[in-house]
């Protein structure tokens, strides 16, 4: 079975800097995804960023981007410029292709919080 | 704009009291599917829907059930709640395998057991 660690439970940066989140997984799977889910307090989890595993380029949405090291199986993601609408909690999540319509696994998340 | 709607957003119910909770989409996603997540943990997936077909999970107590009565339309029953089943409930939608092949989120239903 997958599994997906996010080893940090909180971490906290300064407005206008900039912070990684680290993730790392197990599989045994060649092609698989990996996606960045932000969940603001009370509001719904909403997709940041995704990688697929067979890309090597890492994924970039505006100000997030990603370090994918697919042999380390790490999946890091870099928040640049953090804003105060940042904050929220951060999932990592794991499907595999072959897996279709197979659910996502989650890390257990971390808690960022933006110090204004 | 395209969406996935939860109702209600929050839900109060008794021990052992039968509640449903409704997930709508206007995606027109093929798989919908249902996630718990308790407090300050990840969220755990229930069991799913590829078009008509039910895809339980190993572990889903069977106190938990769904309907998909159409597309657009997915419903969690539980049966008979207890104080444990208090959570957070997370419908997502996603079509695998196509352009975008995401899912996407409710906002979710807060269930309470008193």
């Known amino acids: 079975a997958q599994t997906v660690t996010q080893s940090q439970p909180e971490m906290s940066v300064q407005e206008a800097e900039t912070v990684t989140l680290s993730c790392t997984y197990d599989t045994s799977e060649s092609d698989y995804y990996l996606f960045w889910y932000k969940q603001p307090p009370s509001r719904q989890m909403i997709l940041v960023i995704r990688q697929e595993a067979y890309k090597q380029q890492n994924a970039t949405e505006n100000r997030f981007s990603v370090n994918f090291q697919k042999a380390a199986k790490s999946f890091s993601l870099k928040i640049s410029d953090s804003q105060l609408g940042d904050a929220a909690m951060y999932f990592c999540?794991?499907?595999?292709?072959?897996?279709?319509?197979?659910?996502?696994?989650f890390g257990k998340g971390t808690h960022l919080i933006i110090q204004p | 704009d395209a969406m996935v709607i939860q109702n209600p957003r929050y839900q109060v119910t008794q021990f052992g009291k039968p509640v449903t909770l409704s997930c709508s989409q206007t995606?027109?996603?093929?798989?919908m599917y249902w996630y718990q997540q308790k407090s300050s943990q990840a969220p755990k997936l229930l069991f799913h829907?590829?078009?008509?077909?039910?895809?339980n999970e190993a572990d889903t107590p069977d106190n938990f059930q769904s309907r998909r009565p159409n597309t657009s339309f997915c419903f969690l029953d539980i049966r008979s709640p207890g104080l444990g089943d208090a959570a957070m409930y997370l419908c997502?939608?996603?079509?695998?395998?196509?352009?975008?092949?995401?899912?996407?989120f409710g906002p979710g239903t807060r269930l309470t057991v008193l």
């Open positions: 829907y590829y078009d008509k077909d039910f895809n």
């Open positions: 997502a939608t996603s079509t695998p395998g196509g352009i975008d092949d995401t899912q996407y």
């Open positions: 995606l027109n996603h093929n798989v």
């Open positions: 999540a794991y499907r595999s292709v072959s897996g279709g319509a197979d659910g996502l696994t």
